[in-house]
């Protein structure tokens, strides 16, 4: 399977407590985006890496959201002290940085995080 | 600030059909706009694009027009099969020179009826 994986697809955590999800992108793709989708919502950008430079953040990001890419290859997406507002399905997606399809994203299936 | 709109939460067509889903964008520096499906459960799934500098692009049942000076595009599927039954997003992003953050609609959920 080459396309994009992410870990967990559930989560349910208590409030107050972190949290880490992994995103692994497809391979060649430099490019990798994190977004934040509540229902009935659109997916909302939340931060995008070109390779290991984190390159732009949302408003949403507030502090308590963190996210690397080390090796310009996977993703950790980190909340602190999460609060039921964060429930939500967070996802991944990956794409080339130039030519004709590099506005194509391809996107992983969801990490559902449930803060009780 | 919604930049991307679906006024139709939903629509419903018959097997066969045409199903025409519409999407408004405010933002004139888009020059790119996607159509996404998603399944439940699942992400959401590229059907197809169009170029700012288009008013048209085709791909086997799916086409998208766009309409710049209404800032308004549409996604037709003909002939509408249960199979698309789905969510679908459009998307506006800045050119692959700039970061290509997607900026989505709210989504319009089509049934399609057998």
């Known amino acids: 399977d080459t396309g994009v994986s992410q870990d967990p697809r559930h989560k349910i955590t208590k409030r107050g407590q972190n949290v880490t999800f992994r995103c692994d992108p497809i391979?060649?793709?430099?490019?990798l985006y994190w977004y934040r989708q509540t229902l009935g919502q659109g997916p909302e950008f939340l931060t995008y890496?070109?390779?290991?430079?984190?390159?732009?953040k949302s408003r949403l990001l507030s502090d308590r959201f963190s996210a690397e890419r080390p090796k310009g290859s996977f993703s950790t997406l980190e909340i602190q002290r999460t609060e039921q507002g964060d429930s939500a399905m967070y996802l991944c997606?990956?794409?080339?940085?130039?030519?004709?399809?590099?506005?194509?994203?391809?996107f992983g299936p969801g990490t559902r995080l449930t803060v009780l | 600030d919604q930049q991307v709109k679906q006024n139709s939460p939903s629509l419903s067509v018959q097997e066969g059909r045409i199903s025409i889903l519409n999407c408004d964008y405010t933002?004139?520096?888009?020059?790119?706009f996607l159509w996404y499906k998603k399944y439940p459960a699942e992400g959401p799934t590229f059907l197809i694009s169009?170029?700012?500098?288009?008013d048209k692009n085709e791909d086997g049942r799916f086409t998208v027009f766009l309409n710049k000076s209404a800032k308004h595009l549409s996604l037709h599927i003909v002939p509408s099969q249960p199979g698309d039954s789905a969510v679908y997003f459009c998307?506006?992003?800045?050119?692959?020179?700039?970061?290509?953050?997607?900026?989505f609609g709210q989504g319009t959920t089509l049934q399609v009826k057998p």
């Open positions: 997606a990956s794409s080339l940085a130039y030519g004709r399809r590099g506005n194509e994203q391809f």
């Open positions: 391979s060649e793709h430099n490019r």
């Open positions: 890496f070109q390779n290991e430079a984190q390159l732009e």
């Open positions: 933002n004139s520096m888009f020059d790119y």
């Open positions: 169009i170029s700012s500098i288009k």
């Open positions: 998307a506006g992003a800045r050119g692959s020179g700039n970061t290509g953050k997607l900026i």
